[in-house]
């Protein structure tokens, strides 16, 4: 089976703008979650996504927004970039989301904010 | 928030040494898993361990878990240059609505010189 992918792996935006990540999850996965990693806050959640609805979403700003498609692939959108958002979003997927289950991370998307 | 968090913050060692690494948290778990990290890349599961076991092993990694201490470590045995990487533990904490999310610590960041 492929793992997680996730597109774009490196991202450049400046202040201001906005952006969207794409994650592709393992087939047959429904749950898929977002985080977020940066040297100083370690690693946080942002939210989750079970059979397109959110379930559960983290303690970000509004400005942090996702969604997820019928296939199960999920997008995650910033706007107005904030520097502070330089970090390397992870995303990561399992069959329902369930405690008892391991979660698959992708590599990750690395965003610059200048 | 941080439900985990490892100690030590780095470890270095020499190939072939053992390293042990630990993990703490606050609230009960229904199990906890160690994943790692190399250089900036995606997590990668190592293990998972659930409240009612106390050992549990997977190659060269033993992992023991005891709940009435809220703590948790991982060993690496026979350590090669390529266990170079940061371990992180993360605990399951319901969110509601049958969604669980992973709570990570900050990890330990390993060195294995050849």
């Known amino acids: 089976k492929a793992g997680v992918t996730q597109t774009p792996r490196y991202l450049i935006k400046t202040r201001g703008q906005q952006v969207t990540l794409s994650c592709s999850p393992i087939s047959g996965h429904r749950s898929v979650s977002w985080y977020q990693q940066t040297p100083g806050q370690g690693l946080q959640f942002l939210f989750e996504y079970f059979s397109e609805t959110q379930r559960n979403k983290g303690n970000f700003p509004g400005r942090f927004s996702g969604r997820q498609f019928s296939n199960s692939r999920s997008e995650m959108n910033v706007s107005t970039l904030e520097l502070g958002d330089s970090a390397l979003y992870l995303c990561a997927s399992s069959l329902a989301g369930s405690w008892w289950e391991t979660q698959y991370f992708g590599p990750g998307t690395r965003l610059l904010v200048l | 928030s941080q439900q985990g968090e490892e100690d030590p913050q780095a470890l270095s060692i020499q190939e072939g040494e053992n390293a042990t690494m630990n993990c703490s948290y606050k609230?009960?778990?229904?199990?906890l898993q160690w994943y790692r990290q190399n250089s900036g890349r995606g997590l990668v599961h190592l293990i998972l361990i659930r409240s009612n076991e106390r050992e549990k092993h997977s190659g060269r990694l033993r992992v023991t878990l005891d709940t009435s201490k809220k703590s948790s470590s991982l060993l690496i045995t026979a350590s090669r240059a390529a266990d170079t990487a940061s371990y992180f533990c993360a605990t399951d904490q319901y969110s509601g609505a049958g969604s669980y999310q992973l709570t990570f610590g900050k990890g330990t960041k390993l060195s294995v010189i050849p």
């Open positions: 609230t009960s778990i229904n199990n």
